[in-house]
């Protein structure tokens, strides 16, 4: 079982992150352990999701390795990231599931799947 999926972020990148993590996908934002918090970054759970941001700073967004999000109601997930201003591109080349990526504000992959009825 996985407890969550660390992703880099830039420094000073908090608000961004809060804009696309908690308003557009709807997760909520973690309080972080204070030795933890020093550093930066944001965590964010919701949906079965948890997702960690840390700063690096010398970030480089992950644009192959990429957490994939197992959720419900696909077409609406995408309906809220395109009218949001992120790409949504759709990939039938996974066997038994609709998916498609996307990216956070700072260019990080993201692929949401959804197992085909």
Known sequence: ?????QLACP?????ALRVFYEGVL????????????????????GHGIE??????SDFRPARK??????VQEIDE????????GYPVIFDDDF?????????DPH????EFLEPLA
């Open 11 to 15: 420094p000073g990148s908090e608000p």
């Open 95 to 103: 066997p038994g599931m609709r998916r498609f990526y996307s990216e």
């Open 77 to 84: 997930w995408a309906r809220r990231l395109s009218e949001a």
């Open 65 to 70: 390795a990429h957490p994939g999000l197992l």
């Open 51 to 56: 997702l960690h941001l840390g700063v690096e």
């Open 26 to 45: 709807g997760l909520a934002e973690i309080p972080k352990p204070p030795v933890l918090a020093a550093r930066g970054g944001c965590w964010f759970r």
């Open 1 to 5: 079982m996985l407890h969550h999926v």
């Open 107 to 110: 260019g990080n992959r993201l």
